[in-house]
């Protein structure tokens, strides 16, 4: 392969081999457009569409790339993301010298990525978020009902999720508000309301839906996977005290509504494909609607996992960042294709756009559980931080950063950071 243009450090998440897709703002101008990163580089799409660089592909006259937002192009499909990448990559190694060769659509095109301002990608319509961790499920079902009971019925048999908030997705970087909210202690007659006292992160992952599927049509286990455009990282935050009092009998509300932090990067599937692995083997075969025809060698029927390394830090006023927790992707027992074909299975329509995350990835060992709430086990076993400082939960001040991985022969796919710090509720 020839040289990249630009050069990539040997170390960069965002070799060749990535190409994520991102929106931001140059210093010169304030119009959001669609860009790619290759090492400390972002590229700007828009630049090179005006340039008439993508005319003769699928894309054609789309113009996806001077928007606002990856929704156009998530619409377009796979053909088209999978010409786009080929060109992109072609024009980046230099096998396509169109870029390589013209002095002046380089400077126009290459913008170092210290000099842009990131921006929300995606203007997400609807936001699932599911609770495919077994583990996870396992363990708050353990703490909050005992260990004969921790694992409703219907767990095995559906990949459970909630309708959550798309309002509020916000983009790495965003400070997130102390909720406040009606909470009630163990042994009170009535609730208060007042700041949240016990605020949690949840360690997730997410994928953006392609064109979709029209109101009435399921999509299939067979082709739910070519509407999957790509993944970021996601923070659910959860208000633990705020949930406690309110999700009974219709699950999350306010708890979860007040902020969730994505990555600025979506890692297209393309890019994540290597990284393919084996789901975990299901307890029993799940129904046949959630079963795939025709598995690729080395899947079972529901489809396969990726082998996605995640790690969660938290800063404080007294510590540096300091690694909490260490999970992957891949301990999730429902797939992506189980959720998505069992969220379009009602009728459901999917539009291009649409977010949904996994639920917390909590891993099999204490060290890989993905929340406060596990981790400290509901304030039992408190986290302890190198200066001796203690957390059952995220104080205000504190920082939360998640970052994720797929680590190849001589390379690293990476998702960049997903990044929030927590104010102080507005009345404290
Ligand atoms: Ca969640």
Not at 48 to 65: I, W
Not at 105 to 119: E, S, Y
Not at 161 to 168: I, K, V
Not at 321 to 329: D, G, H, L
Request: charged share 20%.
């Amino acid at each position: 392969m020839a040289r990249p243009i630009p050069d990539v450090p040997s170390d960069s998440e965002f070799p060749l081999q990535n190409l994520p897709y991102g929106v931001f703002t140059r210093p010169d101008e304030e119009t959001p457009r669609v860009g790619t990163r290759l090492g400390d580089t972002v590229v700007d799409l828009k630049v090179l569409e005006h340039a008439g660089l993508f005319r003769d592909t699928p894309l054609g006259e789309t113009h996806v790339f001077c928007k606002r937002s990856l929704n156009k192009f998530m619409q377009t499909g796979r053909t088209c993301w999978d010409a786009a990448r080929a060109r992109l990559t072609a024009l980046l190694d230099g096998s396509d010298a169109r870029l390589a060769d013209d002095a002046d659509l380089r400077k126009a095109a290459l913008v170092d990525c210290d000099r842009v301002t990131m921006q929300m990608p995606v203007e997400i319509g609807d936001y699932t978020d599911f609770y495919s961790s077994k583990h996870h499920a396992f363990n708050v079902g353990t703490m909050f009902r005992g260990p004969q009971n921790a694992l409703m019925p219907n767990y095995t048999w559906i990949p459970v999720g909630y309708h959550g908030r798309a309002s509020s997705v916000v983009p790495s970087g965003t400070p997130v508000r102390r909720p406040c909210g009606q909470t009630r202690a163990d042994e009170a007659e009535a609730p208060t309301f007042g700041p949240c006292r016990l605020l949690d992160f949840e360690l997730e992952m997410g994928f953006f839906t392609g064109p979709g599927n029209p109101l009435g049509a399921p999509l299939t286990m067979d082709n739910a996977a070519d509407q999957i455009f790509g993944m970021v990282l996601v923070n659910d935050w959860s208000a633990r005290d705020i949930q406690k009092w309110e999700y009974v009998p219709l699950g999350p509300f306010l708890a979860k509504n007040f902020a969730t932090t994505i990555s600025h990067w979506v890692v297209p599937m393309a890019a994540l494909a290597p990284f393919r692995c084996a789901a975990p083997e299901p307890d029993h075969p799940p129904l046949d609607y959630l079963r795939q025809s025709d598995p690729p060698e080395g899947c079972g029927p529901g489809g396969w996992a990726y082998d996605i390394e995640l790690e969660v830090s938290l800063q404080t006023a007294e510590d540096d960042p300091f690694v909490i927790s260490r999970s992957n992707f891949r301990h999730l027992y429902w797939t992506m294709q189980q959720q998505l074909t069992h969220h379009t299975s009602s009728g459901c329509n999917m539009r291009a756009g649409d977010l949904l995350a996994s639920g917390t990835i909590s891993g099999p060992t204490p060290e890989s559980f993905g929340s406060m709430l596990e981790l400290a086990w509901r304030g039992t076993k408190p986290i302890r931080l190198p200066s001796g400082a203690e957390r059952k939960f995220l104080q205000d001040g504190d920082t939360l950063v998640m970052r994720g991985w797929c680590q190849g022969d001589g390379y690293r796919i990476g998702f960049g950071e997903c990044r929030g710090t927590v104010l102080a509720a507005l009345d404290a």
